[in-house]
Nanobody, 125 residues
Framework: QVQLVESGGGSARPGGSLRLSCAAS????????MGWYRQAPEKERELVAT???????IYGVSVKGRFSISRDNARHTVYLNMNNLKPEDTAVYYC???????????????????WGQGSQVTISS
């Protein structure tokens, strides 16, 4: 099975920037859509941004114009650049991969809706 390993995040002041990375480990063949979701305390998990195999991004309303998602298909990695951060961006950010194909021995297998371990992002002055 393939794991999603997140890195980056941490703390920043309002107006600052942070970057998140998420790499799929293992013998990955391809990944359709990758993205980021976040969950603040006592709130539902919400979409931050996704990017499909054609590099078409979709952004959540609250981050549009401030966050940028990109991917490196050769490294099976997705990035989230977060600029002009606000206190309301404070949350645990989760990487997601949808419809992932990987090799298990000689067999090509499919993995749906995979999630990273979560990365805390805290914005405060």
């Amino acid at each position: 099975q393939v794991q999603l390993v997140e890195s980056g995040g941490g703390s920043a002041r309002p107006g600052g920037s942070l970057r998140l990375s998420c790499a799929a480990s293992g013998r990955v063949f391809s990944i359709n859509k990758m993205g980021w979701y976040r969950q603040a305390p006592e709130k539902e998990r919400e979409l931050v941004a996704t990017i499909d195999g054609s590099n078409t991004p979709i952004y959540g309303v609250s981050v549009k114009g401030r966050f940028s998602i990109s991917r490196d298909n050769a490294r099976h990695t997705v990035y989230l650049n977060m600029n002009n951060l606000k206190p309301e961006d404070t949350a645990v950010y989760y990487c997601n991969a949808d419809n992932l194909l990987y090799y298990s021995g000689d067999h090509l297998r499919q993995q749906f809706d995979s999630w990273g371990q979560g990365s805390q992002v805290t914005i405060s002055s």
